[in-house]
């Protein structure tokens, strides 16, 4: 049973913004305090249905403070916070990715609602996000001499996902955590 919570956003989406926080630091330095600054002063509290992205606090990347709904919320803003601080063929290829974790993957995933069709695009995202990941890591790693794992098995299980929700429904149909009688 998939479990979006821990193996996304608390597992790829928190490597993912790790390695672009550590990439910012060894390149442009200056930039992690905007990256924070933007955080901070982005329009929260967004509502969506009986979902809000909450306000985010000063030091934003403080980890003991984090919970995996901040995380959610942190992915859900981090395209115009992330926007223009990396140079411009590196920012394109952060936007890439940051666009297919979005809008190709996560955003289907966590539909509550899916059709024939959402379910088709849920299964061509992987690709695309794939896709994405490769020119993150050819754009940005080597010219900053850092490496980014493509070789995690939990980015190979993005795929299994549209047969788990055609078998046990969507992810707020049922909990993965242990239940005591």
Same mark, same amino acid.
């Given at each position: 049973?998939?479990?979006?919570?821990?193996?996304?956003?608390?597992?790829?989406?928190?490597?993912?913004?790790?390695?672009?926080?550590?990439?910012?630091? #060894?390149?442009?330095?200056?930039?992690?305090?905007?990256?924070?600054?933007?955080?901070?002063? #982005?329009?929260? &509290?967004?509502? !969506?249905?009986?979902?809000?992205?909450?306000?985010?606090?000063?030091?934003?990347?403080?980890?003991?403070?984090? &919970? @995996?709904?901040?995380?959610?919320?942190?992915?859900?803003?981090?395209?115009?916070? !992330?926007? @223009?601080?990396?140079?411009?063929?590196?920012?394109? $290829?952060? $936007?890439?990715?940051? !666009?297919?974790?979005?809008?190709?993957?996560? #955003?289907? $995933?966590?539909?509550?609602?899916? %059709? %024939? %069709?959402?379910?088709?695009?849920?299964?061509? &995202?992987?690709?695309?996000? @794939?896709?994405?990941?490769?020119?993150? $890591?050819?754009?940005?790693?080597?010219?900053?001499?850092?490496?980014?794992?493509?070789?995690?098995?939990?980015?190979?299980?993005?795929? #299994?996902?549209?047969?788990?929700?055609?078998r046990y429904g969507t992810f707020d149909s049922y909990t993965s955590g242990i239940v005591s009688v």
């Amino acid at each position: 049973v998939v479990d979006i919570m821990h193996e996304f956003e608390i597992g790829e989406w928190l490597g993912i913004l790790r390695h672009l926080i550590e990439i910012l630091r #060894s390149y442009r330095p200056h930039m992690v305090c905007e990256m924070d600054r933007r955080y901070v002063v #982005s329009p929260c &509290a967004y509502v !969506f249905g009986d979902y809000t992205i909450r306000k985010f606090r000063t030091d934003v990347f403080e980890p003991k403070r984090l &919970a @995996g709904r901040d995380y959610e919320d942190l992915l859900q803003v981090a395209l115009p916070v !992330f926007e @223009g601080l990396f140079p411009t063929r590196r920012d394109d $290829a952060v $936007a890439n990715l940051l !666009f297919a974790l979005l809008v190709d993957w996560h #955003s289907l $995933a966590k539909l509550r609602l899916h %059709t %024939t %069709t959402t379910l088709d695009y849920l299964s061509a &995202a992987p690709l695309i996000l @794939g896709e994405a990941f490769r020119q993150f $890591a050819d754009m940005t790693c080597p010219a900053l001499q850092h490496q980014f794992m493509l070789r995690r098995p939990r980015l190979h299980f993005f795929g #299994s996902y549209v047969e788990n929700i055609k078998r046990y429904g969507t992810f707020d149909s049922y909990t993965s955590g242990i239940v005591s009688v």
